[in-house]
C-alpha cells in the first residue's frame, strides 16, 4: 500500500512562494496518477493541480499560471510550486496518487483504491 507524507505547508504573505513535497514510499511514483487536492474550511475539497503517468499536466483554473506540479523520480517525490499566492489559496492541501490519471476532461476522479496523504496546511495573509 502506497503511502504519501506531504510537508512545505506554513504561513505566508500575499505574493509569496510555497512549495509542497510529497514523499512517497511503498512504491515507484513513475506510473500513477497523481495530483494535489485542497480544502479550505467549510468548503468542498477540490483539485488544484494533477499530473499523468506520461507526465501530462493539468491545473485548476484557479490556479492556472501560478502553480507547477512536477515529479522527482529519483527521490519519488511530487512537487507544487505555488508562486504569487492568493488569501484564497488558504487551505489544507492534500497529495494523491491512483493507477491512472486523476483528470478526466474538466473534472477530478480518485478511484477507492487511491491514496491519500494526511495533508499540510497553507495559509496566505493579505
Known amino acids: 500500500q502506497v503511502q504519501l507524507v506531504e510537508s512545505g505547508g506554513g504561513s505566508v504573505q500575499a505574493g509569496g512562494s510555497l512549495t509542497l513535497s510529497c514523499a512517497a514510499s511503498?512504491?515507484?511514483?513513475?506510473?500513477?496518477?497523481m495530483g494535489w487536492f485542497r480544502q479550505a474550511p467549510g468548503k468542498e475539497r477540490e483539485g488544484v493541480a494533477a499530473?499523468?503517468?506520461?507526465?501530462?499536466?493539468s491545473y485548476a483554473d484557479s490556479v492556472q499560471g501560478r502553480f507547477t506540479i512536477s515529479k522527482d523520480h529519483a527521490n519519488n517525490t511530487l512537487y507544487l510550486q505555488m508562486n504569487s499566492l492568493k488569501p484564497e489559496d488558504t487551505a489544507m492541501y492534500y497529495c494523491v496518487a491512483d493507477r491512472d490519471t486523476i483528470r478526466v476532461g474538466d473534472g477530478w476522479y480518485v478511484s477507492n483504491t487511491g491514496a491519500w496523504g494526511q495533508g499540510t496546511q497553507v495559509t496566505v495573509s493579505s
Open positions: 511503498g512504491g515507484i511514483i513513475g506510473p500513477w496518477g
Open positions: 499530473i499523468d503517468p506520461d507526465g501530462t499536466t
